[in-house]
């Protein structure tokens, strides 16, 4: 079972950038799909970004797209999550999550309760 420790959350203001990270232990890191998630006070978690394990696809939720940009270093079995142009609404408790599949699978993460192993997430605040 892989475990993840997220880092990098924090304050930033709204056209702010931050990056987050995403290290992975006690699992062969190149062979998870890895994807971010977060969740807002009062609200489901939602999909932020995904990579395949080669770190050839990556996948985006609507709401991120052309901000946010998902990479990851398998030599140092970390994901990142670069955030620019912050706005409000991105603020949210982020979730680094790793499975066994498709990238594409992301949206199971979301379903099945055993399908992703999980982290135990970074508050980011993005000040209007």
């Known amino acids: 079972q892989v475990q993840l420790v997220e880092s990098g959350g924090g304050l930033a203001q709204a056209g702010g950038s931050l990056r987050l990270s995403c290290l992975a232990s006690?699992?062969?890191?190149?062979?998870?799909?890895m994807g971010w998630f977060r969740q807002a006070p009062g609200k489901e978690r939602d999909f932020v970004a995904a990579?395949?394990?080669?770190?050839?696809?990556?996948y985006y939720g609507d709401s991120v797209k052309g901000r946010f940009t998902i990479s990851r270093d398998n030599a140092k079995n970390t994901v990142y999550l670069q955030m620019n142009s912050l706005k409000f609404e991105d603020t949210a408790v982020y979730y680094c999550?790793?499975?066994?599949?498709?990238?594409?699978?992301?949206?199971?993460?979301?379903?099945?309760?055993?399908?992703?192993?999980w982290g135990q997430g970074t508050q980011v605040t993005v000040s209007s």
């Open positions: 006690g699992g062969t890191f190149s062979t998870y799909s």
């Open positions: 999550a790793a499975w066994e599949s498709w990238g594409s699978s992301w949206y199971h993460a979301l379903s099945q309760p055993d399908f992703a192993s």
């Open positions: 990579i395949s394990w080669s770190a050839g696809n990556t």
